[in-house]
């Protein structure tokens, strides 16, 4: 069972024998009902997953679910997708039906998007976005973002739906300045 502690303490101040400052007791949180399974779940079957390969300007998909228009892949249908290598401006969207549970396994990603969100969940019922054990992910932008639909988006990940990041790789942000 996973636990959040809380603590609290009193401010500084005078104190006398009867009244010293001490810490207020300790609260524990109850997490265990705030996560599924499938948000702690970061194992997969490799002979299962769509595999996106990114390759610059670029995808390549092998597998059914996902699709590439220019420098934009978007993921329409519930599954697994196992993504690897580097999009120099472009994003990964996830826009399926809204009961859809989609998980997205980033193992050595870079992805920068000049003008929105390097990902960009508009529709699903769950994404979970698990970073491969030993991986190196790392979502960019330059901070101008241009309207693509009608929502603001205003963040290198912006998702409209619920979104678990996982696993033990690690994912980095970084912002992209455009030199005048």
Same mark, same amino acid.
């Given at each position: 069972?996973?636990?959040?502690?809380?603590?609290?303490?009193?401010?500084?101040?005078?104190?006398?024998?009867? !009244?010293? !400052?001490?810490?207020?007791?300790?609260?524990?949180?109850?997490?265990?009902?705030?996560?599924?399974?499938?948000?702690?779940?970061?194992?997969?079957?490799?002979?299962?997953?769509?595999?996106?390969?990114?390759?610059?300007?670029?995808?390549?998909?092998?597998?059914?679910?996902?699709?590439?228009?220019?420098?934009?892949?978007?993921?329409?249908?519930?599954?697994?997708?196992?993504? %690897?290598?580097?999009?120099?401006?472009?994003?990964?969207?996830?826009?399926?039906?809204?009961?859809?549970?989609?998980?997205?396994?980033?193992?050595?990603?870079?992805?920068?998007?000049?003008?929105?969100?390097?990902?960009?969940?508009?529709?699903?019922?769950?994404?979970?976005?698990?970073?491969?054990?030993? %991986?190196?992910?790392?979502?960019? !932008?330059?901070?101008?973002?241009?309207?693509?639909?009608?929502?603001?988006?205003?963040?290198?990940?912006?998702?409209?739906?619920?979104?678990?990041? !996982?696993?033990?790789?690690?994912?980095?942000?970084?912002?992209?300045?455009?030199?005048?």
């Amino acid at each position: 069972m996973a636990a959040l502690v809380v603590a609290s303490f009193s401010g500084c101040g005078k104190s006398s024998k009867n !009244n010293a !400052n001490i810490a207020s007791p300790v609260a524990l949180l109850d997490t265990s009902d705030m996560f599924s399974g499938k948000d702690l779940e970061v194992g997969y079957d490799e002979s299962e997953v769509t595999r996106i390969t990114l390759i610059g300007s670029s995808a390549k998909v092998e597998g059914s679910g996902a699709s590439v228009s220019g420098s934009t892949v978007t993921v329409s249908e519930e599954g697994t997708y196992l993504l %690897s290598g580097t999009l120099d401006n472009g994003a990964i969207i996830v826009d399926a039906d809204d009961k859809a549970k989609v998980r997205l396994i980033f193992d050595g990603v870079t992805v920068n998007c000049d003008t929105s969100a390097a990902l960009y969940v508009r529709q699903a019922d769950k994404v979970f976005v698990t970073l491969a054990k030993g %991986s190196r992910n790392t979502l960019s !932008n330059a901070k101008d973002f241009v309207a693509i639909d009608d929502n603001d988006i205003d963040a290198v990940v912006y998702a409209k739906d619920d979104l678990t990041f !996982n696993g033990s790789g690690s994912v980095g942000r970084s912002v992209r300045r455009c030199s005048a």
